[in-house]
């Protein structure tokens, strides 16, 4: 997808300035709200002719609108312009959990403040009856504090609401699929827990557990659990091992992770900035 927007305004209001990353069905830019001045998120959606891509992009706007936690992005605007969709988000300086770890893992003390707030957004989404299905480093933002978001609800799904894809068909990325979504099964929570122990086992370790193509990589998990270093606090392992079990009926639930994941370090700030514990307020 390229679209040759820099320059320009959307909507009379948003100056598009830069682009910051794209996907398969969306580019996100830099953008100045020329009204309120100051610096925002804009995804644009190319859906002419793509009836699947706009319901996923109504889905999320729809989705984070009626969200609300520190943990979660705001949305700030929606709409259309000249064909192209449109969403307008809170703006995250700073970089990807997937970049952090580039630059080599975290500690347990980390990964336990990076989890206890990733598990505590899970679980107010949970809680609002929607699953995520997409949970991945390159999925959680990190601003110049290292506080962490979770980001990218479009493949999200409301319990109980109609399928935008076919039944058996699997949606998400392979590395960090739960076994029901390997197998095609409708996912509820646990799905989501599942993705989180991987990603906070990834933190851990530096490497992602399952690799290769994506046949590959989601089969994997079928085959054998992932690797918990034995070196790991007890504690931390033993969640680890739930969160990632084959069973989502013993996974616990994100509220329990968050709940675990607090016993760790819960004030001030670890090395390399990150923050630990509690709910920090969103970024301006």
Not at 12 to 31: I, T
Not at 66 to 90: K, N
Not at 100 to 129: F, I, K, M, N, Y
Not at 225 to 244: C, N, Q, S
Request: hydrophobic residues 40%; contains cysteine; positive net charge.
């Amino acid at each position: 997808m390229s679209l040759s927007v820099e320059n320009r305004v959307l909507a009379g209001r948003y100056q598009l300035v830069g682009k910051l990353g794209e996907g398969g069905m969306a580019e996100v830019h830099r953008g100045w709200d020329v009204l309120l001045r100051r610096f925002v998120a804009v995804k644009l959606f190319e859906l002419r002719g793509d009836a699947v891509g706009g319901s996923r992009f109504d889905n999320e706007v729809r989705t984070l609108a009626r969200l609300s936690h520190p943990g979660l992005v705001s949305v700030y605007d929606a709409g259309t312009c000249g064909g192209t969709s449109f969403v307008v988000l809170q703006l995250v300086e700073g970089r990807t959990l997937g970049d952090r770890l580039v630059h080599g893992a975290l500690s347990s003390a980390q990964v336990r403040a990076l989890g206890h707030r990733l598990a505590d957004t899970l679980a107010h989404v949970h809680e609002q009856g929607v699953v995520h299905r997409d949970v991945k480093p390159s999925n959680i933002l990190l601003d110049r504090t290292d506080t962490a978001y979770l980001a990218d609800f479009g493949l999200a799904r409301s319990l109980g609401s109609t399928r935008l894809t076919k039944t058996k068909q699997i949606v998400g990325t392979a590395a960090y699929l739960a076994p029901e979504q390997v197998r095609g099964e409708d996912v509820g929570p646990a799905a989501d827990v599942y993705a989180l122990g991987l990603v906070l086992l990834e933190c851990l370790t530096g490497y992602r557990e399952y690799q290769g193509n994506r046949v590959d990589a989601a089969v994997a998990r079928l085959d054998r659990p992932p690797g918990i270093p034995r070196d790991l606090p007890a504690d931390l392992g033993r969640l680890l091992t739930l969160m990632t079990s084959l069973s989502a009926r013993r996974r616990p639930s994100a509220a329990r992770c968050a709940d675990m994941l607090r016993s760790g370090p819960i004030s001030g700030v670890l090395p390399d900035g990150l923050l630990c514990g509690g709910r920090a307020q969103p970024a301006e």
